[in-house]
């Protein structure tokens, strides 16, 4: 492979009612995860990394070398851009094997007939795909067909990897060996890495950082375990699965936005963000009595077991969405059920306050 | 190339009409036992293409229309040896499906509507001579349809399409059995002319003026004669 | 500033050999009519299209091409559909047969033709005297000519287009409660817009053009069999340079149709 | 056991109407071939097929009618391309001037032709004395008269059949580091297989059949230009049925020729 | 809706390499979660029973009505069987707009126009898609297309729901909404549904019972709870998050099948399953003194941060894998790092021995 290589990214166009304004950085060897709700441009901006779709304004510097800049009207194409790209719906080639659409990239780049075809195949192989090396993807399984997708992207070596939520369709035992093969193959490789992921598993395992990405602007940036510990957005907090909420602080409180008081020591002023872990949620069937310092009135509004953890959905005040994690046993013994009416605690110190 | 020499073979190419296939096949034949290690080639179709072919360049030697205004725009624009030549004539005929179902006896039934009839179109030689012949007679006719050439009147008649055209002698004579011709009276008053010319882009000069010869000759015209054309 | 921009990216130089080869095609192609448009007698051209008979024989050439192209469209997309979606025994056999006519000399179809709908034909005696139906000689002649003559150019792009098309779509359909009928009207052919567009076209100008079948099978009479290319072959024996004015007459009024439905047929999805 | 229940499954009920019109269709286009074949001189046939002549008609319609296919193929699918794939201005004029050939009638574009390079042509003047190339009447004018009006159809089939294919997987191969060419050939030509080859079917077929351009441009001498049309043309004029038992050659080779290359190249992929 | 509707589902078939032997029942209202490894067939299971692919043995009957029965010739078609079916790869027709993708399902079942499509745009807001209704498939982004898809099998109302990964192209965020959606419609329901998952969360939560498809044929089955519990193969122990190894029982301890010793009560005789929780497994920077009979010495493969909790892939012997949880502490005191060696310790009262 060629030397570090290091991404510069600042995006900026309109698609259809997107409008798309991010800036990107990776380092050398970086991984970068994007995360962020449906349609909040994620693909869209892998798509402008690649050169598939044109920038309205910014630019896009990869090892000191400009690929697209408006201003300066330098772009370069697609194919030279020496880039990997995992499609979010793969793409592979109807009309070629599973081992041809793999060596098709080899193959552009130079390398012979029977050279990428080898290559193709130990890519397959490593991704345990030795059976279907001749398969049509018509007749691959979902997950077969992704696997495949990831090991074409691989296989050109590229300085620059776009990763469009690569491990989705796959089952959790293969996506954990994919996982931890693609993690080895990217902590060896020297280019720089865009992943974009609804998986926050993925996302921590595989970016050292995050860039949360809502609406076609960043609302978020920096150290993945930064993020997961002050959740900027109603999002990122449900996507690290803790509640968050916005207000003002007022020393010993918060006035929520949409109205509602939630106490909390130093809170500070000036606009807050209150983290409350689903953990710390308490229920109850009658009004509890006691030090909490927060308590509610709500509807449990969906109870999701998850092992041997429950997953309670409260609305406050028909309003306002909380979760709480408690045993099963605690549902059993709350009776709980969807639309059933709860007592909700939260003890002041549990609320985690950070400044907006 | 000059003149046969030396036993290499030369060929010369007429542009013949496409009626005059046949016959010309026999000319030709007679021309190369005239003329040992000559070969005659024949380009065939219908004369306005012809004529448009030898204005564009094309390389012939001689050109035999059916039309003489096909002739006479070659010879007009300088594209002629000499000046072009009738060689042969044709009258017309009433042509009906063999066993001639539709009871036709002259002219007159041309203005039946309860037959089918069909003539050439105004725009070439046999339709104009149609309509005089017609006008002649006095006859007001209900045509169904106006060819483009005689040939696909002929075939017209032939399949039982039509009851009756009016055709050329010659293409009675070469349908014969699948048609039955019937004389139309006064037809000697309207002959449609055939021309020959030898060409001015000739290589052959010598040969093509030997081939026009040919056909004027007593054997060219018993040739043309057996194949129902009448003599110039 | 957008929009030149995304046009800068979506198209980045064309491979060299491709335009080479394009170029040399349309170049190829156009020195032809150029030439045509340039001998062209167009101080005629006044005189000539109010000469009676050549607005019968342009109008006639529009309404047989078009009723042509719609007959193909309505019994050749249901048949390419059965080509390329029914399996039955003798299928090669049925596609063989109806891409035929292509291949025959015009003049033969127009024989063929005769054979089977004329007077005497296979058909044809059936038609005429028991129902009174005389193809030939009629409008309808010309129509049946111009079909017998374009159809398979439909049917076969058609074909290629179903058979290019992704099969799971017409799945996704019937899980959705579609009869096949439905999955037709509905699914397939919206898809398949581009390639019946197509075949649409080639027919209609295959029909526009038709001219050895039109003249055998259904004759040559101005107002009812008379169309354009009859014209123009009439006019070639007599006036050639009426002929290529009438031929222009042609050229003008299909280029005017291409340049108006293109867009909206054409349209990428 | 499992084959015919696959085929039964796959294939439920085709929806009446559509059955009704595609069998409508091919009773059709047959009526016409089986009135053709019914009143062939079989007898004859066997004479006819070694009279001088017809071979050679035979074997030179063969030639350039292969010939003016690869011809198109390596001009028209380019062209094809590029007019589907290209954004440049004027686009439309230029696809429109493409598919004009298809509704010249075809003397008129032999003439046009003659125009463009006969000895006293728009090209053809400089082609001749300096060069010493002379096209009409020469075997290879044949195969400029048959591409020129057979071209367009392969061109108008192609470019249908790529703006139907989604363009994403050439994004996808830019990505692999595809140039442009590289993607034209090995992406988008074989997924395009299927409309390529019904373009060149239909091409291939229209130039077997080319009769009034080839006669006009290219002239009907024996052995040369004289294709198995033109042949048909000549015999017409005196012995019908041998012309009837020529036509039935070229069908019979047609026929042999669809059922021979459509499993190959048709087959779904 | 009709009346409570049942699927009874035996279907043997062969396609490519696989060859597919499944029993399937699902009670009236009840949802079945199909898992498994990719390329187990799972989705060819759902399109032979949607008739779109053909039984070569067995049979198909919903509700009473034969659908499928080679052997009889019975035969409904597709489009005769009122199933809805969200497919792996969505197949929303290109040409269509979301709204009249929607739309096609109820105007095939004679919904005129203006109801379908109100119909349409109830079901498209309800999964928060109001503002991509015009949007073509081209246009939406990969999470907009699924939920459209899912709209779209739904709002036929149909009999059997077939669901083929139906929330994985989905966030965080709007995978529990739109779950929760699911699972509320569902719940109402009283038809079949077939849902094919590789989240266990999705299947723990719409899902009663599990199916486990491996390589074509059921491995287990049951209650989530019942195969979580007890699960039978490696697979479904990756699924459900423990360690599963097979052996043959010794009164005391488990001989392994690839050699090797496990201590444990009761482990009976034959052949048995061997389940230990990854929270049971204890790590050792050196062999541990003290109760823990069960002693191994391994390396760390791969250590993977889930929020508060550390996940560690070992391999015992170089061959033998295992999962274990601790804390991320744990993982820095440990000085833990791929390939780093390290000592395994488990109680003995903590490994669960299943009869195989
Ligand atoms: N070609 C297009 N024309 C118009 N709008 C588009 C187009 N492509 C995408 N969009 C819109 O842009 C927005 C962002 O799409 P994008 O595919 O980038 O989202 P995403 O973040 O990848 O979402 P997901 O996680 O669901 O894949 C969506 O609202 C989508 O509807
Ligand atoms: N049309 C086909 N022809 C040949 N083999 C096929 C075909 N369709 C699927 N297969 C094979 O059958 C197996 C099962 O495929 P299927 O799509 O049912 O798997 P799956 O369980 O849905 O997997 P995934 O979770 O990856 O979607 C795969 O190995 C696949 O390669
Ligand atoms: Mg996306
Ligand atoms: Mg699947």
Redesign the interface.
Request: net charge neutral; charged share 25%.
């Given at each position: 492979m060629g030397p570090a290589v290091s991404l510069l990214a600042e995006v900026r166009?309109?698609?259809?009612?997107l409008d798309l304004e991010a800036a990107l950085e990776a380092e050398a060897g970086e991984v970068v995860a994007v995360?962020?709700?449906?349609?909040?441009g994620?693909?869209t901006l892998l798509r402008a990394l690649?050169?598939?779709?044109?920038?309205?304004g910014g630019r896009v510097v990869l090892g000191g070398r400009v690929l697209d800049d408006?201003e300066a009207s330098i772009?370069v194409?697609?194919?030279?851009?020496?880039?990997?790209?995992v499609?979010?719906?793969y793409?592979l080639?109807?009309?070629l094997s599973a081992l041809d659409n793999v060596a098709?990239?080899p193959?552009?780049?130079g390398v012979d007939r029977v050279g990428a075809r080898s290559l193709a195949r130990s890519w397959l192989e490593r991704f345990g795909l030795a059976?279907?090396v001749g398969?049509?993807p018509?007749?691959?399984?979902?997950?077969?067909a992704q696997?495949v997708a990831l090991a074409?992207?691989l296989a050109?070596e590229p300085r620059l990897l776009?990763l469009?939520?690569p491990l989705?369709?796959?089952?959790?035992?293969?996506?954990?060996g994919v996982r931890?093969d693609l993690?080895?193959h990217l902590a060896t490789f020297d280019g720089a890495c865009v992943l974009v992921t609804?998986?926050?598993?993925d996302a921590?395992?595989l970016a050292k950082r995050l860039v949360v990405l809502e609406g076609g602007s960043v609302t978020q940036r920096g150290l993945a375990a930064e993020v997961?510990a002050a959740p900027r957005s109603?999002?990122v907090a449900?996507?690290?699965?803790v509640n968050l909420w916005r207000g003002r602080g007022r020393g010993d409180g918060i006035e929520l936005a949409g109205g509602g008081w939630v106490a909390a020591p130093s809170a500070g002023t000036g606009e807050v963000f209150a983290v409350i872990h689903p953990r710390s949620v308490a229920l109850h069937r009658r009004r509890p009595e006691g030090t909490p310092r927060n308590v509610w009135r709500g509807r449990a509004?969906?109870v999701?077991?998850?092992?041997d953890r429950a997953r309670v959905?409260v609305l406050l005040d028909d309003r306002v969405p909380l979760a709480a994690e408690v045993t099963p046993a605690a549902v059993a013994d709350l009776a709980l059920g969807?639309g059933g009416e709860v007592w909700v605690s939260v003890k002041a110190t549990e609320v985690r306050v950070h400044p907006a | 190339g000059t003149d046969a020499a030396g036993g290499t073979t030369v060929t010369i190419t007429v542009f013949a009409a496409a009626s005059l296939t046949d016959a010309f096949g026999e000319l030709g034949q007679a021309f190369s036992a005239e003329h040992p290690g000559v070969r005659v080639r024949f380009n065939v179709g219908p004369s306005p293409v012809l004529a448009t072919q030898v204005l564009e360049g094309a390389p012939g030697d001689v050109l035999a229309s059916a039309d003489p205004s096909a002739t006479s725009r070659v010879a007009a624009a300088g594209a002629t040896l000499d000046t072009p030549a009738v060689f042969a004539r044709n009258s017309m005929e009433i042509a009906v499906p063999a066993g001639n179902p539709g009871r036709v006896a002259g002219l007159a039934d041309f203005a039946r509507s309860d037959l089918l009839v069909g003539a050439c179109a105004e725009e070439v030689p046999c339709g104009r001579l149609a309509r005089r012949l017609l006008a002649d007679a006095a006859v007001a006719p209900a045509i169904d349809t106006e060819e483009a050439d005689v040939r696909s009147l002929l075939t017209r008649i032939e399949a039982g399409e039509l009851d009756a055209g009016l055709v050329y002698r010659s293409d009675v004579l070469a349908a014969a059995g699948r048609v039955e011709g019937i004389d139309v009276p006064g037809a000697d008053q309207a002959l449609a002319t055939y021309e020959i010319v030898a060409l001015d882009g000739s290589a052959a000069p010598g040969l093509a003026r030997a081939f026009v010869a040919l056909v004027g000759s007593g054997v060219g015209q018993r040739i043309l004669a057996d194949h129902g054309f009448l003599p110039r | 500033m957008t929009a030149p921009r995304l046009a800068r990216r979506r198209a980045p130089r064309p491979p060299l050999v491709l335009v080479v080869l394009a170029g040399t095609g349309v170049v190829f192609v156009t020195l032809p009519l150029v030439a045509l448009v340039q001998r062209a007698p167009w101080r005629q051209l006044g005189s000539l299209l109010v000469r009676p008979g050549v607005v019968d024989a342009l109008w006639l050439s529009m309404v047989t091409a078009g009723a042509a192209t719609g007959v193909s469209l309505v019994l050749g997309v249901p048949l390419a559909w059965v080509l390329a979606r029914v399996e039955f025994s003798g299928r090669r056999v049925v596609r063989a047969l109806v891409t035929l006519p292509m291949v025959l000399p015009p003049v033969v179809a127009g024989v063929a033709l005769l054979f089977a709908f004329g007077r005497r034909g296979l058909v044809g005696q059936w038609l005429d005297t028991p129902l009174g139906i005389l193809l030939p000689f009629s409008t309808t002649g010309v129509v049946v000519a111009q079909t017998f003559v374009a159809m398979p150019f439909l049917v076969v792009t058609v074909e290629a287009g179903l058979r290019g098309a992704d099969r799971r779509y017409e799945d996704a359909a019937a899980t959705l409660g579609a009869s096949r009928w439905t999955t037709f009207r509905r699914l397939t052919v919206p898809m398949l817009a581009p390639a019946i567009a197509a075949g649409a076209l080639l027919c209609w100008a295959r029909a526009l053009g038709e001219f050895g079948a039109t003249i055998t099978f259904a004759g040559n009479l101005q107002g009812r069999t008379r169309t354009l290319p009859l014209a123009v072959f009439a006019a070639l024996e007599g006036d050639r340079e009426a002929a290529i004015a009438l031929s222009l007459v042609l050229v003008v009024i299909s280029l005017v149709v291409l340049l108006a439905l293109r867009d909206r047929w054409w349209a990428p999805r």
């Open positions: 166009l309109a698609l259809g009612a995360v962020g709700p449906n349609g909040a994620k693909t690649a050169g598939l779709v044109a920038l309205a408006p772009w194409p697609t194919e030279q851009r020496s880039i990997g790209y499609f979010q719906d793409l080639f109807p009309h098709f990239g193959r552009c780049r059976e279907v398969h049509r018509a007749s691959l399984s979902g997950g077969q696997r074409r992207a050109t776009l469009d939520e989705a369709a796959l089952d959790a035992s293969t996506r954990d931890a993690r080895r609804h998986d926050p598993v921590l395992l997961a109603p999002w449900e996507l690290v699965g509004e969906a999701e077991l998850l092992g959905r969807a | - | -």
